[in-house]
């Protein structure tokens, strides 16, 4: 007996319709790969990139983990990168958090869940580099949405920082990194008006970003 066969019945429903909308979708999608962006994204369940954005699969490439998090050590990562700004020649990286991030929450907490301990002492770096900034908050609430923020904030610096993207800019590659939230409560994604185009923009949307971070409505996010 096949295990989860209501999974592959429902395969067979969705490449059905597909193939109805579009019969040759399947044979293009086979001969050639050319995504225009690059998505690296929690891994929460909740955040599917493709179905966010309404692109159809081969129109996005896409990295996530927990806390869509950007290691300059996490050879994973940095071969996605590699492999999409230089093999795929993607136009655009986007770096997408979302609010209610349990990975951000632990960090926020500084609670002990065990080897992911390790994973999330990046995101407790940003808590400590930002601690002024989320200190003058008054509810846990609005620490939690603010550090989501602030990690993608800081998770696009480590992108532009990279020596793919570094190197890519520096032969004159077209190649934008965006800093976006996605909100689980209403589906809809924000711009943190982060986009770097270019190394020497970087200081200079980081300050517009946290401009726009610290003069946000609470409880609208």
């Known amino acids: 007996m096949r295990y989860l066969s209501h999974l592959f019945e429902q395969n067979r429903a969705w490449a059905a319709d597909v193939t109805r909308q579009d019969p040759d979708f399947f044979q293009r999608l086979s001969r050639q790969q050319a995504p225009q962006y690059l998505w690296i994204g929690c891994a ?16 996005m490439f896409v990295h996530r983990n927990v806390a869509n998090v950007v290691a300059h050590t996490d050879l994973n990562c940095l071969s996605t990168i590699h492999f999409a700004v230089e093999v795929l020649k993607v136009s655009h990286i986007i770096v997408c958090g979302h609010y209610g991030c349990g990975g951000v929450l632990a960090a926020l907490r500084d609670v002990r869940l065990g080897l992911i301990d390790n994973w999330l002492r ?4 940003v808590r400590w580099h930002y601690r002024e900034l989320l200190s003058g908050l008054e509810t846990e609430g609005q620490r939690h949405d603010l550090l989501c923020e602030l990690n993608v904030i800081s998770q696009v610096i480590n992108v532009s920082q990279t020596t793919v993207v570094r190197e890519a800019w520096s032969r004159g590659q077209a190649l934008a990194i965006h800093g976006w939230v996605y909100g689980l409560q209403d589906g809809l994604l924000r711009d943190l008006d982060m986009c770097v185009t270019a190394e020497s923009e970087l200081l200079a949307r980081e300050a517009a970003a946290l401009a726009r971070a610290g003069q946000r409505t609470w409880g609208s996010a």
């Open 44 to 59: 929460d369940s909740r955040v599917p990139a493709n179905q966010i954005t309404g692109l159809l699969p081969g129109e």
């Open 122 to 125: 990046h995101v407790q770096d």
